[in-house]
T-cell receptor, first 115, second 114 residues
Framework: GAVVSQHPSRVICKSGTSVKIECRSL??????MFWYRQFPKQSLMLMAT?????????EQGVEKDKFLINHASLTLSTLTVTSAHPEDSSFYIC???????????FGDGTRLSIL | GNSVTQMEGPVTLSEEAFLTINCTYT??????LFWYVQYPGEGLQLLLK?????DKGSNKGFEATYRKETTSFHLEKGSVQVSDSAVYFC?????????????FGRGTSLIVHP
């Protein structure tokens, strides 16, 4: 149980393109979903926290207009990287949590490469 | 705010060696503690968890004990295998600024040689 599906797994596109990444909880309802960016040498950076039906809470330094997050239902959250540039190239990972203080369940990540 | 500190890697071991990856935390109240594992090119998977002091989480031969007195949650395995090579993240979920926000350590890379 507790499966999170993240799609697509890899995207390669031209500079200026907008890219949408989906995160779905397949067998549980996720009251909270998280979006991370993972840099080289492993560190995970929390970008934003989204609760179903409300606006996402962004971490300091993350551009809200650049990284649009929508959490329309208890099983789906999307991250849209708008007008992506090469510096946005990274590994993006989502996670979902059913209740507070419970473990997160992670998607397999999306490797985004902007040419 | 909450924080997690784990030992820097990489940790390089021979197969069947004993593994310890240290993790200490700072948090208010009584957080839940987790270890996640990330295999190359994949997302993170929950390895084990502990929700209160003196709890021991265990899975796949790995163990970690929630030590409130030392604010630690060290990961151990008695005999590592090559397939254990991965990055291990210590994490906590605790109250911060009115919300339960997860906090991760920087990750420790484990390399196991045959």
């Amino acid at each position: 149980g507790a499966v999170v599906s993240q799609h697509p797994s890899r995207v390669i596109c031209k500079s200026g393109t907008s890219v949408k990444i989906e995160c779905r909880s397949l067998d549980f309802q996720a009251t909270t979903m998280f979006w991370y960016r993972q840099f080289p040498k492993q560190s995970l950076m929390l970008m934003a926290t989204s609760n179903e039906g409300s606006k996402a809470t962004y971490e300091q330094g993350v551009e809200k207009d650049k990284f649009l997050i929508n959490h329309a239902s208890l099983t789906l959250s999307t991250l849209t990287v708008t007008s992506a540039h090469p510096e946005d190239s990274s590994f993006y990972i989502c996670s979902a949590r059913q209740e507070t203080n419970q473990p997160q369940h992670f998607g397999d990540g999306t490797r985004l490469s902007i040419l | 705010g909450n924080s997690v500190t784990q030992m820097e890697g990489p940790v390089t071991l021979s197969e069947e060696a004993f593994l310890t990856i240290n993790c200490t935390y700072t948090a208010t109240g009584y957080p839940s503690l987790f270890w996640y594992v990330q295999y190359p090119g994949e997302g993170l998977q929950l390895l084990l968890k502990a929700t209160k002091a003196d709890d021991k989480g265990s899975n796949k031969g790995f163990e970690a004990t929630y030590r409130k007195e030392t604010t630690s949650f060290h990961l151990e395995k008695g005999s590592v295998q090559v397939s254990d090579s991965a990055v291990y993240f210590c994490a906590l979920s605790g109250l911060s600024g009115g919300s339960y926000i997860p906090t991760f350590g920087r990750g420790t890379s484990l390399i196991v040689h045959p």
